[in-house]
């Protein structure tokens, strides 16, 4: 038998498969595939905007909510829980800063949903529901899906706990990444996230959307940070944002789903700048101005600690009403305590359930004034009851959001007034933060618009003609 006679021979013993073309060009696009069910549990108390970002996600299995403070994250969250709970009779984690799982679990009672809080690793049936710090104490093998709540807490951490949390979630079938901010202006996290998720690698992600121009100065569109500068490809931008889409959804109100916006609408934001003069200037400068590099900016913070505890706590003095002095220096902790009457401090100094017990009471309005970090409370908290802060602006866009978001939030009846409280030599943090802003602008707006093209093309078929499969396929 010759060559051709013992091709043809192996083609008749088994013939090819049909080619799915359009599968094909599907794969090569990385979006995330569906690996969930149709929903079992759609409770009539979510609106209709959390309903459809439930089946959604649902159907999707592993996915990600980006969805603006006070739009329902809990309810959706605990509502997909129970959607897995119910289909596989299996066990459900959900993830919390601190103090949020009580907050979790009063949700859950008021809902009817069946979820208990655990803080020594017992995996309970149902939802159970911990605080990040506790996973360690959790075994990924009694569980068959997880949430991770205020998702983008999770570059607070470490790389080692960061890693933790990671590997926890590879190990289960059904996932869920909840935040209000998806990486404003570091794209970066989108590939943590979609790594989580199990879908595109964090350096694939990179590698596939973006180029490196380490050691160019100039700066560009789509660049992610400074010491590695990844810029979008040419034509790589808007493939990114549709595949984000494909594993994500992002709303920062319902009438980016299309749906009324009905009472979801927010108050008034008053943001107030405050500059006060440094009673001592720099060794060698006659006069102020605006400071040099992150060093020059430490020594000005340091240096101005008391003028601008000073201005916070006449501020907060003046209204009388609950409020949060945010703090980065745990000396300005310590001074804004000492002149604020009544103040309440949370420090790092505090082990978690002191930290725990005075956020809920803060939340309770046992105390007016709380004076705190924002790595340690602002994530999840609810603090609708009041509407005053005072903070001294630094370069973290995300930092400084979640901060205004714990009052800025659907269901808040006044308005909030937020002052931003700085010196000359600061300026530059403060003027670096609101071009950050621009870009979370920028970055939400690109996501919200790709969703809406991917949710028209999924509702309108605009191909009349078949598919044509090329002769040589």
Not at 171 to 198: F, H, M
Not at 271 to 295: I, K, W, Y
Request: hydrophobic share 40%.
């Amino acid at each position: 038998m010759n060559a051709r006679e013992l091709l043809d021979s192996r083609n008749l013993a088994k013939p090819s498969p049909i080619f799915d073309y359009a599968a094909f060009l599907d794969r090569k696009t990385q979006g995330g595939a569906d690996a969930g069910f149709d929903p079992v549990f759609m409770p009539g108390f979510l609106f209709d905007f959390q309903g459809a970002l439930v089946e959604w996600a649902v159907r999707k299995g592993r996915s990600a909510l980006f969805a603006d403070c006070g739009l329902g994250k809990s309810p959706m969250e605990l509502v997909w829980a129970e959607n897995i709970v119910r289909r596989t009779n299996g066990r459900v984690l959900l993830l919390t800063a601190l103090a949020v799982s009580a907050q979790i679990i009063q949700e859950a009672e008021k809902f009817g949903i069946q979820a208990r809080r655990s803080k020594d690793g017992t995996a309970y049936d149902g939802i159970t529901v911990t605080n990040y710090e506790r996973l360690h104490l959790f075994d990924p093998a009694d569980f068959v899906g997880v949430v991770c709540d205020e998702s983008s807490i999770l570059k607070n951490f470490d790389s080692a706990r960061k890693a933790e949390i990671t590997i926890f979630m590879r190990k289960v079938p059904y996932r869920l990444l909840a935040t209000a901010t998806a990486a404003p202006n570091d794209y970066i996290e989108l590939g943590t996230s979609s790594e989580a998720l199990g879908y595109l690698g964090y350096m694939d992600m990179l590698n596939r959307f973006f180029k490196n121009d380490q050691g160019n100065s100039s700066t560009g569109r789509g660049f992610l940070g400074s010491a590695n500068r990844w810029r979008f490809k040419g034509h790589a931008e808007q493939p990114f944002w549709r595949w984000v889409c494909s594993w994500a959804r992002a709303v920062r109100r319902p009438s980016d789903l299309g749906f009324d916006d009905g009472s979801f609408r927010l108050p008034e934001l008053r943001e107030v700048e405050h500059l006060v003069e440094a009673s001592t200037l720099a060794d060698g400068m006659l006069f102020a101005l605006p400071a040099a590099g992150l060093q020059e900016e430490r020594e000005e913070r340091r240096r101005t600690i008391r003028e601008r505890c000073e201005k916070a706590a006449s501020l907060v003095a003046d209204t009388g009403k609950p409020a949060v002095a945010w703090c980065d220096l745990n000396d300005e902790g310590d001074l804004l305590t000492k002149m604020i009457p009544g103040a309440v401090q949370i420090s790092g100094k505090d082990s978690d359930d002191a930290k725990e017990e005075k956020l809920l009471a803060f939340s309770a309005g046992e105390f007016r004034v709380l004076v705190t970090k924002q790595k340690i409370a602002g994530f999840g908290m609810n603090w609708q009851h009041c509407a005053h802060m005072t903070d001294f602006p630094s370069h973290s866009y995300e930092g400084y959001y979640q901060k205004v978001r714990r009052f800025l939030r659907f269901g808040q009846k006044h308005p909030v007034r937020v002052d931003m409280i700085t010196t000359e030599g600061g300026r530059g943090a403060l003027l670096n933060m609101q071009r950050k802003a621009a870009q979370a602008d920028e970055m939400f707006s690109n996501l919200v618009s790709e969703m809406n093209r991917e949710l028209a093309l999924q509702r309108v078929n605009h191909f009349t003609q078949p598919e044509k499969v090329p002769a040589w396929l």
